[in-house]
């Protein structure tokens, strides 16, 4: 099964990062926007593993959920990767809440590593994936659109880790979440 590791938002979040994606749209360029329930922070994608791993990995992130706290998270500004000027995906910033996220994504990625998964090559940065850029067509209309919106600072608390299931379709991904471990106390 297609499988990947994510934090997952509340609704204020989610609604709010929607209401920029429909700022956005006007721009008239060729992007693919994430759906507003699609919306989430991805950790590690694992991509096709067998099921008998699955149950090892939700033990992992039992493991580091269970030494970790909940924390708040805030979003913050919009950008896009490699960078604004040739944007092939455009984002949500993370601000408060960045460094936590940055290490439970080490730790994923390092306790990963040793069921055989590849590490990440690339440094962690939080961010929450709105769009992709399937073109050129209209990126500095794009740029424009991104530099003038003001995102609200909503936040959320973060209580846990998200095992989740991605099956791909003609309408695009449908995630199903297969295991919520609980940040301690949470």
Same mark, same amino acid.
């Given at each position: 099964?297609?499988?990947?590791?994510?934090?997952?938002? %509340?609704?204020?979040?989610?609604? %709010?990062?929607?209401?920029?994606?429909?700022?956005?749209?006007?721009?008239? /360029?060729?992007?693919?926007? #994430? &759906?507003?329930? $699609?919306?989430?922070?991805?950790?590690? @994608?694992? !991509?096709?593993?067998?099921?008998?791993? #699955?149950? &090892?990995?939700? /033990?992992?992130?039992? $493991?580091? /959920?269970? !030494?970790?706290?909940?924390?708040?998270?805030?979003?913050?500004?919009?950008?896009? @990767?490699?960078?604004? &000027?040739?944007?092939?995906? #455009?984002?949500? !910033?993370?601000?408060?809440?960045?460094?936590?996220?940055?290490?439970? /994504?080490? *730790?994923?990625?390092?306790?990963?590593?040793?069921? !055989?998964?590849?590490?990440?090559?690339? %440094? @962690?940065?939080?961010?929450?994936?709105?769009?992709?850029?399937?073109?050129?067509? $209209? *990126? &500095? *209309?794009?740029?424009?659109?991104?530099? %003038?919106?003001?995102?609200?600072?909503?936040?959320?608390?973060? $209580?846990?880790?998200?095992?989740?299931?991605?099956?791909?379709?003609?309408?695009?991904?449908?995630?199903?979440?297969?295991?919520?471990?609980?940040?301690?106390?949470?």
């Amino acid at each position: 099964m297609r499988i990947f590791i994510a934090i997952d938002f %509340s609704e204020e979040i989610k609604e %709010s990062l929607a209401q920029a994606e429909a700022h956005l749209k006007y721009s008239g /360029a060729d992007v693919k926007w #994430v &759906e507003k329930d $699609n919306i989430h922070l991805t950790l590690k @994608f694992l !991509g096709e593993v067998d099921e008998k791993k #699955v149950e &090892e990995i939700k /033990a992992i992130l039992d $493991n580091i /959920a269970s !030494g970790t706290r909940p924390f708040e998270t805030t979003i913050k500004d919009l950008g896009a @990767f490699p960078k604004i &000027e040739y944007p092939r995906v #455009v984002w949500g !910033g993370i601000d408060k809440g960045a460094g936590e996220l940055k290490i439970i /994504a080490e *730790k994923v990625d390092e306790a990963l590593s040793k069921l !055989g998964f590849e590490k990440e090559t690339r %440094s @962690f940065a939080a961010h929450l994936t709105i769009g992709r850029v399937r073109s050129p067509k $209209n *990126k &500095e *209309k794009l740029k424009e659109k991104m530099l %003038s919106y003001k995102l609200s600072a909503v936040s959320c608390k973060i $209580n846990e880790i998200v095992l989740f299931k991605s099956t791909l379709t003609p309408k695009g991904s449908i995630y199903t979440k297969l295991h919520e471990a609980k940040l301690l106390g949470a």
